[in-house]
């Protein structure tokens, strides 16, 4: 009996582990929607997901602005926040006042839908896992909490 309870719980252990090493909590859940359901992200593929965006955003602190800007503290600051960045007005007019997991999901989802006129030429990822992975990967990179936080 007691092998068995070890066995489940080493499996378990197993299970939860990640494939790489990154840094940051990958356990809590990441918001989807208000309503929608809590997915716990995968950072590996969140790492993979943001090949996406890596043409036009950093995420290390100090690192520079390219076509984006640099994403450092999007979580914990306004939006908008980033240094020698020209928002556009569109942006700093129809942007939340702070990215939660779920208003990130939904701009994210489709930037124009949430910023309509945003600056930001991007088709969107329409997969919820996609975008939990994404934004758990993104949330251990810019000096944020786990997601649900
Ligand atoms: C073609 C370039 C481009 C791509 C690709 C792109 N972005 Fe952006 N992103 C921008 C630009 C430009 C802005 C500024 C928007 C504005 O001023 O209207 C922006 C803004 C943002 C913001 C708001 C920053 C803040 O300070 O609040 C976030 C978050 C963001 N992008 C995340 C992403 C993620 C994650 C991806 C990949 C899924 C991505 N972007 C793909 C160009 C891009």
Redesign the pocket.
């Known amino acids: 009996m007691r092998t068995i309870v070890r066995i489940g719980l080493a499996v378990a252990a197993l299970a939860t582990a990640p494939a790489v090493a990154l840094a940051g909590p990958d356990t809590a859940a990441c918001k989807m929607t208000p309503s929608g359901p809590a997915l716990a992200p995968d950072l590996t593929a969140g790492q993979r997901?943001?090949l996406?965006?890596r043409?036009?955003?950093t995420l290390g602190q100090g690192e520079k602005n390219?076509?984006?800007?640099n994403?450092h503290g999007?979580f914990t600051?306004?939006?908008?926040?980033?240094a020698g960045?020209?928002?556009?007005p569109?942006?700093?007019k129809g942007?939340p006042a702070r990215?939660t997991d779920q208003g990130?999901s939904a701009?994210?989802e489709k930037?124009t839908k949430v910023?309509p006129?945003?600056?930001?030429?991007?088709v969107g990822?329409p997969k919820p896992q996609d975008r939990a992975d994404?934004i758990g990967y993104?949330r251990s990179q810019t000096g944020a909490g786990p997601c649900g936080k």
């Open positions: 997901v943001f996406r965006c043409s036009c955003h390219l076509v984006g800007p994403l999007v600051e306004k939006p908008g926040a980033a960045f020209a928002f556009s569109a942006f700093k942007a990215w990130l701009f994210l930037p910023v006129g945003t600056k930001m030429i991007f990822l994404l993104l």
